[in-house]
């Protein structure tokens, strides 16, 4: 104990002797900058000169802004005790690849501000680890996570307490942390807009052009241009950048549960009262609060307008036939807010026509915005204060050929039961119908909700039939599911007055909103909040129209969470949807009809036609090693994912070779093809792609896994693999003569099979692998749209998560035990042939059966 404690005062001597000789060496540059100060306060010369001149605007700082382009930050003492927003957004281009013009370019960056007597600095305030409130390991947390300096500003001059700093390199240049070139994002190449403008900063032909300042926040527009590389090509963009001042006290989090689907945030909470660093995630929504006044109304049940409404202004650039349509999509979502307690707790204004103050980039301002580009999307970000998870704007980006993509869901889902849609312009009722959805989806996306893909399997397929049912409920139970038309509608449906389109809302979306927006009464805290939360989602357990199905990516294994689709049947809802494919396709040059024009239109259309039977496949194909999932809580009993037994799976195999067999017999008329100058085996990847998802490694995978789980209901690995080559080569069992749809089919397996052998040679792996190639193609549709309508949430948001199901990277069949399986098969295969060759008369037949047989002898050879 003695020597530790004369240690101790050695070191504290030591410590002592460093600090005399830095507090000296400190006292020295105080001293000289005591004299700086002083010199500035008595001679306020230097801020008179730097201001002259210049634009002086009073606001959350005083702004001062030169003719020169300069800007000046004048900041008051009380600056440096609050939190800050700063945002960084496109306000117009002169090219449209990476970003559109009201886009939000970088990441809202949380901030606070600090200074000594040399400069201001901004530092980037960390939201992700959080600790206790007086907890005793604080000290310890504050040196491990401090604020890190984003930029430092030398002080300039004074004025009383004031600090003046130069902001103009900062906002009017290429800083990194605010750049409008597009940094490189390895998520973005998922979604096939990995290619970034690549440029060279141009400081001379850029600067600060404007500057706004009000009470809450600064309000920058800067020009900046780049010389692209490598065509040295010019591009310039208006960047509008927010400075925006934060509530000192967040608002309260709401927990987030992954069976009510919303965008959230993770902090992780270090504290001593837990075995562990405790993670909470939190949703995403706005701060709606009864009046003060009204609070007692609101919880007695009464319906109270909120303190400040969520307000949503539309862009002049709409037409005006779309723009009433738009706004009524927005203010839809009233009818949820209703079940959370608020009335005209959302409302669609148009942009103002005389107020200066209002710009759509400012950030205190949410807005519809209109994007003239060949983009066929919309968009619907949200920008969120990380402490809390308070949305503090959002926008919506309408990409103006969106149009074609309504157009080609609507005639491709139901132009064989509504004459109204076949025609290559569609009356405004019509157009406007589907602009109504995806406006309320949108903003559903900046409400905080994410896409519920498993909402429309709640429906039976008959029920979608029925003019009760579909007047009363669409076509799902949710608007943020992709449940675009009502596709197993049959000819005559329409006139009996079934509905077509999805709901107004869902009856999961007004549950939703309930659940993330009621104020819950005499509760303290987040934690006391979710005992309630949870009671409700218990409430609407056994009623699937309230289940959340999160979005899968990287494929589907899930096949009741889909995209696209509709009905508790895949197969059935394939049947009913393929046969009004067929009457489409009977009629597809009648309804594209523009005498004396090209086919080019026809030949687009025809290939939605093709993408909309790919779907269809692609419902079924999730059956073939299919898991569903369910979120479940301890003591419910329940297992977090069933296998699909032996008998659906099987009704799924023989539905896909079904069509592999009959689809070109409708699909590829050669008459239409020869006019559309399209090859009669352009369809033939469908055959390979159905070939390669009954074989593919990570399905067997999961096949073989629900084999060891219940043998005797599911499906083992052997059984499965036997079963899919006796239904392959059905036609060979019977001794059938080989159409070219068979040889197709049966080539396609035997390549898959020799695959899995590892007996083959570079170019026969390189065939073999065409199958699965093709059914990934299938697979990929689920992100045929350039962007996901929510991107910016997924992949721009700072801390921002999404319950999602990443099915990437699955475990696949080992080769070990899948090999000795496909050469047996193979040499069962081999023997086939060989007698089948020696029975048949067709010429054509034969000779496939001889080359099959030859190359198969080749491998066994080597």
């Not at 900058?33 to 700082?61: C, H, I, P, Q, R």
């Not at 949410?366 to 919309?378: D, I």
């Not at 309504?406 to 039961?417: I, K, S, Y």
Request: charged content about 25%; aromatic content about 10%.
């Amino acid at each position: 104990m003695r020597v530790k404690r004369i240690f101790i005062l050695v070191l504290l001597a030591c410590l002592g002797t460093s600090h005399y000789m830095l507090a000296k060496k400190k006292s020295t540059k105080t001293s000289l900058a005591s004299v700086s100060v002083s010199k500035m306060s008595n001679d306020s010369t230097e801020y008179k000169k730097l201001v002259k001149d210049t634009k002086t605007k009073k606001g959350l700082f005083v702004t001062h802004f030169s003719k020169a382009h300069k800007l000046y930050f004048e900041i008051p003492d009380t600056a440096f005790f609050h939190t800050y927003l700063l945002t960084n957004r496109i306000a117009s281009t002169s090219n449209t690849q990476d970003f559109v013009a009201g886009q939000m370019v970088t990441r809202p960056l949380l901030i606070r501000l600090s200074k000594d007597g040399n400069n201001v600095y901004i530092h980037k305030v960390q939201t992700d680890n959080v600790v206790a409130k007086a907890d005793p390991i604080s000290s310890a947390f504050d040196k491990n996570f401090m604020n890190p300096v984003l930029k430092a500003f030398k002080i300039v001059a004074r004025n009383g307490k004031n600090v003046v700093i130069d902001v103009s390199s900062f906002f009017g240049g290429n800083e990194k942390c605010m750049s409008p070139l597009k940094p490189e994002n390895p998520l973005a190449k998922l979604f096939g807009n990995s290619k970034a403008i690549k440029g060279t900063f141009v400081s001379d032909a850029s600067s600060i052009t404007e500057v706004k300042t009000f009470p809450q926040n600064i309000e920058i527009k800067s020009s900046m241009s780049f010389t692209t590389s490598p065509l040295n090509e010019p591009y310039t963009v208006i960047v509008h950048r927010s400075f925006l001042l934060l509530p000192d006290e967040p608002m309260r989090m709401r927990l987030q549960d992954n069976r009510v689907g919303y965008f959230s945030s993770d902090q992780s909470l270090y504290t001593s009262s837990r075995d562990k660093v405790e993670l909470c995630t939190f949703i995403h929504r706005w701060r709606l609060e009864p009046k003060e006044r009204e609070k007692e109304k609101y919880f007695r049940g009464e319906l109270v307008e909120p303190r400040k409404p969520i307000v949503f202004y539309v862009d002049s650039a709409f037409p005006e036939k779309w723009k009433k349509v738009v706004k009524q999509g927005i203010e839809d979502w009233n009818i949820a807010f209703e079940a959370a307690g608020f009335k005209n707790a959302i409302r669609a204004l148009d942009y103002p026509k005389n107020d200066p103050d209002f710009d759509p980039d400012d950030m205190r301002y949410s807005c519809v915005k209109y994007a003239a580009t060949t983009t066929a999307n919309a968009m619907g970000p949200s920008f969120v204060d990380p402490r809390s998870g308070e949305i503090l704007t959002a926008d919506v980006i309408w990409y103006h050929n969106i149009v074609s993509l309504l157009h080609n869901w609507r005639f491709t889902q139901t132009a064989a039961v509504d004459p109204r849609v076949r025609k290559s312009v569609f009356d405004d009722d019509v157009m406007q119908e589907s602009m109504r959805y995806v406006a309320a989806h949108e903003i559903g996306h900046t409400l905080g909700l994410m896409h519920n893909m498993g909402a429309s399997y709640a429906f039976p397929v008959d029920s979608l039939r029925s003019v009760t049912f579909s007047n009363k409920y669409g076509t799902t139970p949710s608007i943020m599911d992709y449940a675009r038309n009502n596709f197993i509608a049959q000819p005559g449906d329409f006139e009996r007055g079934v509905k077509l389109t999805p709901p107004v809302l869902g009856v999961y979306d007004i549950f939703a909103i309930k659940w993330g927006y009621s104020i819950i009464p005499n509760v303290d805290s987040k934690e006391q909040e979710k005992y309630i939360l949870d009671k409700w989602i218990a409430e609407k357990k056994n009623d699937s129209m309230y289940e959340f199905g999160a979005q899968q990516f990287f494929g589907t294994i899930d096949p009741t969470d889909q995209t696209e689709d509709l009905g508790d049947n895949h197969m059935k809802a394939g049947d009913l949807s393929i046969s009004n494919l067929k009457i489409i396709m009977q009629n597809l040059e009648a309804w594209t009809l523009q005498p004396g024009h090209t086919y080019d239109a026809v030949t687009d259309m025809y290939a939605q036609v093709v993408k909309q039977y790919s779907r269809h496949l692609g419902h079924v194909m999730p059956y073939i090693g299919g898991v569903k999932f369910k979120e479940v809580r301890q003591g419910e009993g329940e297992p977090a994912k069933t296998y699909l037994d032996k008998k659906m799976q099987k009704e799924a195999m023989m539905w896909l070779l079904n069509q592999a067999r009959t689809y070109n017999e409708w699909l590829t008329p050669p008459s239409l093809m020869l006019k559309l100058s399209i090859d009669l085996n352009s369809n033939d990847k469908l055959q390979r792609a159905i070939v390669g998802c009954l074989l593919y490694p990570a399905n067997l995978y999961r096949i073989k896994e629900s084999g060891l789980v219940d043998p005797k209901n599911n499906y083992t690995l052997e059984k499965y693999i036997n079963e899919v080559i006796t239904e392959i080569f059905g036609a060979t069992y019977k001794g059938e003569k080989l159409n070219e749809t068979e040889q197709n089919l049966q080539a396609a397996a035997l390549s898959v099979i020799i695959g899995y052998t590892n007996l083959m040679t570079t170019s026969t792996a390189k065939s073999s692998s065409k199958s699965l190639s093709d059914y990934l193609d299938i697979v990929a549709l689920e992100y045929d749209h350039s962007i996901p309508c929510n991107y910016s949430d997924d992949l721009l948001g700072e801390g921002k998560t999404s319950f999602l199901r990443i099915n990437f990277g699955l475990p696949t069949v080992s080769q070990v035990e899948i090999a000795p399986i496909m050469t047996a098969n193979l040499k069962r295969i081999q023997s086939l042939y060989k007698q089948r060759r020696g029975q048949t008369s067709d010429e054509s037949t034969r000779n496939f059966y001889d080359y099959q047989i030859l190359k198969i002898e080749n491998l066994f050879k080597q």
